[in-house]
Structure formats: structure tokens, C-alpha cells
């Protein structure tokens, strides 16, 4: 089945308690994403991903980090958590086709930051 | 300005009715509008993409309007299952890169 995984799914954590979000898709996608969603703002795009070892900043991008040394894994790093970063966050794949393009999300990991 | 605006809603109507979506866009220079759905809280799903000569796909159509910067959804014949929050994506390339979604339109369809 096709399919975006994020884990964990719920997280609640301490703030400067660095953390670990990961994300993998089993379509053999070249596009990964990550947004965060609040109330009122809708989702918000932290960072992309082309490829392998190709990333880049979204709208949202201070106080977290990215990596892709592999196609299928896009993991969302928080160095050091703030209370602000208490969000909704949800993982994305797509291939690269244009206007015709299918975004797979992941379920969505509730992270919250005490 | 915001780069992509929605009525947050709700827009509240009964089953079998006609209701509709405008999107307004900033960037004249967006190449790629979809438009999505998204059930309290799970994640988003792609319900179309817009294409410039506009599309329909069952009960529900998508138009693009360049020269006025919006996109529009239209769905005919309203049913319960219907009802959620309708987002609408833009991006000024054909992908998901620097994408920008809109903060969403909540339909309540009533029975």
C-alpha cells in the first residue's frame, strides 16, 4: 500500500529536549516536505526536499532541521524545542509531474512542547 | 496582504444543494493551484488539481481565473460526506516546492 509514515504520532516533551520526527514514504517519491499546521494559519511549509542531499528552506524554517541521505526518509529535527513550536505536523511526498502532481501526507504528529 | 486567501466559513447548507469557493491569490506568477480537502485535524487530500481551462470531476468543478487572481470550487449536489474544510493550494512552479496553502473553507452540509 502507498503510504507516508510519521512517528511518532503524539509526543509531548520538555522545552530544549532535542527531538526526532521521521518521516518515510514508500512510493519512491523524489519530493518530501514538511509543514506545521496552527489554528488560524493554516499549514506552513518548514522545508523541501527535491531529491537525495537536496533541501531547502520553506516559510517557516527557524529552530529545525532536515535531513535526506535517502530517497524514501525526510526526518524533522528539533535541536532545542521551544513552547512555540507546539504544533501539528505533517510529512508529504509527491513525485515530480507538474500540475498534475499527487501530494501523499503522512497521518500527522501532534508534538507538544512544555 | 495574504499570499493566498480564503472564507474561513463555515458555510452551513443542506444536502442536495449547490455551494461554492473562491480562493484569491497574490502571485501573478503561480503556476500550479490545487485544491484539497481535509477532515477535522487528519491529514489533507488532494480532491483536484486546476487546470487553466478549468476541470470538473464528478459533482465537482475547478475553475482558474488568471486575469483575477482566484481559483473556485464548485460542488453540485451537496451530500454529508461533504462536509469538511476545503483548502487551497498555489504554487509558482508545476510541483509542491515553495508551495502556499490557503487556511482553509469549512462546509457543513445539513441534512
Known amino acids: 500500500e502507498a503510504q507516508v509514515t510519521q512517528n511518532p504520532r503524539y509526543l509531548i516533551t520538555v522545552t530544549g529536549k532535542k527531538l526526532t520526527v521521521t518521516c518515510s514514504q514508500n512510493m519512491n517519491h523524489e519530493y518530501m516536505s514538511w509543514y506545521r499546521q496552527d489554528p488560524g494559519l493554516g499549514l506552513r511549509q518548514i522545508y523541501y526536499?527535491?531529491?537525495?542531499?537536496?533541501?531547502d528552506k520553506g516559510d517557516v524554517p527557524e529552530g529545525y532541521k532536515v535531513s535526506r541521505k535517502e530517497k524514501r526518509n525526510f526526518p524533522l529535527i528539533l535541536e532545542s524545542p521551544s513552547p512555540n513550536q507546539t504544533s501539528l505536523y505533517f510529512c508529504?511526498?509527491?513525485?515530480?509531474?507538474?500540475?498534475?502532481?499527487?501530494?501523499?501526507f503522512g497521518p500527522g504528529t501532534r508534538l507538544t512542547v512544555l | 496582504r495574504k499570499e493566498v486567501e480564503q472564507d474561513p466559513g463555515p458555510f452551513n447548507v443542506p444536502e442536495g444543494a449547490t455551494v461554492a469557493f473562491n480562493c484569491t491569490y497574490s502571485?501573478?506568477?503561480?503556476?500550479?493551484f490545487f485544491w484539497y480537502r481535509q477532515d477535522c485535524r487528519k491529514e489533507p487530500k488532494l480532491l483536484m488539481s486546476v487546470y487553466s481551462s478549468g476541470n470538473e470531476d464528478g459533482r465537482f468543478t475547478a475553475q482558474l481565473n488568471r486575469a483575477s487572481q482566484y481559483i473556485s470550487l464548485l460542488i453540485r449536489d451537496s451530500k454529508l460526506s461533504d462536509s469538511a474544510t476545503y483548502l487551497c493550494v498555489v504554487s509558482p512552479s508545476g510541483g509542491y516546492q515553495k508551495v502556499t496553502f490557503g487556511t482553509g473553507t469549512k462546509l457543513q452540509v445539513i441534512p
Open positions: 526536499s527535491m531529491n537525495v542531499e537536496v533541501t
Open positions: 502571485n501573478s506568477a503561480s503556476q500550479s
Open positions: 508529504a511526498s509527491s513525485s515530480f509531474q507538474g500540475e498534475t502532481d499527487t501530494q501523499y
